[in-house]
């Protein structure tokens, strides 16, 4: 599938002209989908900056559908694409989704 710009949310904006804004992505692809180059192809026009820090969340369905996968990564490099609107996340770390009880 491909990138549903409705899915990404800015959920904690950090200082003026700082790296510390926390996004949140919602999307049914897989992480390796989504840490391509340029798969959020509107990261800069959305304010994405490089070190922000991306809480990506694979999902049944979207909006809201079921939580399968949860990962924690950072846009590594901006300016991506044709048009330079794009951004490059790291590969990202996984949640673990342990539940002992």
């Known amino acids: 599938m491909a990138y549903d710009k409705s899915g990404l949310q800015l959920v904690q904006a950090g200082m003026s002209n700082t790296n510390n804004n926390k996004w949140e992505l919602n999307t049914t692809d897989a ?33 809201l559908g079921a939580v399968s996968a949860m990962f924690i990564a950072w846009v590594k490099d901006v300016g991506t694409g044709a048009d330079l609107m794009g951004v490059d996340i790291t590969d990202g770390t996984v949640v673990d989704a342990t539940d002992t009880d």
């Open 31 to 63: 992480i390796a989908t989504v840490n391509t180059s340029n798969y959020i192809s509107d990261g800069v026009t959305r304010g994405m900056k490089q070190g922000d820090e991306v809480q990506v969340k694979v999902r049944a369905s979207l909006p």
